[in-house]
């Protein structure tokens, strides 16, 4: 099992522009082996006056891949994206990408998330490789 976190990212641009909408986006880039993925988004609170922090999961979704160039067609096929609405005060969010089999087809995957403004601005992105996907940020 592959596991990747983004840690925080910051869903503000310089002008202050909250990202309403997040798309995650991953992909089976393998030619040969299909790809099981769960696709977290999620929050960490600012810790209470005990030092407690809550994680809310705004979205989750477990989806099997296949490879490209694979002859077995699939409502998923190669590529999956997860669109997501956030609430407009969500400043910082992570994304979790734990990815199976590995070794396999878990370690043939690439993501993308960005975050898009009211007005259809992009506030960040972010593109993660396949040798990236097999370590672990901490949050």
Do not use: H, W
């Not at 798309?23 to 040969?32: A, Q």
């Not at 030092?51 to 067609?73: D, K, M, P, R, W």
Request: aromatic share 8%; proline share 8%.
């Amino acid at each position: 099992m592959a596991v990747y976190d983004t840690g925080p990212i910051v869903n503000r641009d310089a002008g202050g522009r909250i990202g309403k909408r997040l798309f995650v986006r991953v992909e089976n880039i393998g030619d040969e082996e299909p790809a099981n993925v769960c696709i977290e988004v999620y929050q960490v609170t600012q810790p209470n006056a005990k030092g407690y922090a809550q994680q809310i999961i705004y979205a989750q979704n477990e989806v099997g891949l296949l490879a490209f160039g694979s002859s077995t067609t699939s409502d998923s096929g190669p590529v999956f994206e997860l669109p997501v609405r956030l609430p407009l005060q969500v400043k910082v969010f992570g994304v979790r990408l734990t990815t199976s089999p590995d070794p396999g087809g878990g370690n043939n995957i690439t993501a993308t998330a960005f975050t898009v403004d009211p007005q259809g601005n992009v506030i960040s992105f972010q593109r993660v490789l396949p040798g990236e996907l097999n370590k672990v940020v901490p949050t």
